[in-house]
């Protein structure tokens, strides 16, 4: 019998004289049905040591119940440490976990930001990952997604930078990047060496200020990007670009 049953008590009778059931043995055989019932279904609801707990996305661990588990935060690859500073502004890319998969900083201008820097993301990809943009070698490409307008009576920039998180599908590729107005890739705004060159892997990648000294200088002016790649084809991955302006 279960040890965990409620045990007889030897000095009380379980039968009468006429050989049925006393009171007290009726109660006490009630009572062990009652009792094992309630075992029957703890058992019954009890987790195998074999069942398995798995690490998700973003998670490492876990194993069989067999012994105690922990789950932990798997490592990205972004270095540790603060980004962003009196100098540099901060570069962020988050995936659809809401973890940080690439972190890197863009110097300030000389002085500081306030009423003489703009910057702002003119392009974002989806959560889900980066959009692709198919470039070629013949000619700079207009990417309609990528485009903003400003007021040059209210901002009259001088310098631009382009800073962009993504990636080329061809090892060894390089893209180029104009800033252009009212969206015409052969009408660049930066006549000294239009191209700003962006390697291949380039997360976190700056194109570095380059003068603007071509174009309107007041009034509302739509600027664009083009784009264009150093072989025949290239697809070009792109979670987001941001242009960055100074007086």
């Not at 987790?47 to 490492?60: H, K, N, P």
């Amino acid at each position: 019998m279960d040890s965990r049953l409620t045990p007889l008590q030897h000095n009380v009778p379980i039968t009468n004289a006429d050989g049925t059931p006393t009171p007290y043995f009726i109660q006490l055989l009630q009572q062990w049905r009652d009792e094992k019932k309630e075992t029957d279904e703890l058992a019954e609801g009890a987790v195998q040591a074999s069942r398995t707990l798995t690490a998700g996305v973003g998670l490492s661990g876990g194993g069989t119940l067999a012994a105690d588990r922990t789950f932990d935060l798997e490592d990205t690859a972004v270095t540790p440490g603060v980004y962003g500073d009196a100098l540099n502004y901060p570069v962020f890319t988050v995936d659809q976990q809401g973890r940080l998969t690439n972190a890197a900083e863009i110097p300030l201008p000389a002085g500081g930001g306030g009423a003489d820097f703009l910057a702002f993301k003119i392009f974002e990809g989806s959560p889900t990952g980066a959009a692709t943009i198919n470039v070629n070698s013949t000619a700079h490409i207009d990417v309609g997604s990528m485009a903003f307008s400003l007021d040059l009576t209210e901002f009259p920039f001088t310098e631009f930078l382009i800073a962009v998180s993504g990636g080329s599908n061809q090892a060894g590729q390089t893209i180029t990047a104009q800033l252009t107005a009212l969206f015409n890739p052969s009408a660049p705004i930066h006549t000294g060496g239009n191209d700003l060159v962006i390697p291949n892997a380039f997360n976190g990648y700056s194109s570095g200020w380059r003068s603007k000294d071509t174009g309107a200088s007041s009034g509302l002016v739509h600027y664009g990007i083009s784009l264009k790649g150093s072989n025949s084809t290239v697809d070009l991955l792109i979670n987001a670009m941001t242009i960055m302006l100074r007086k």
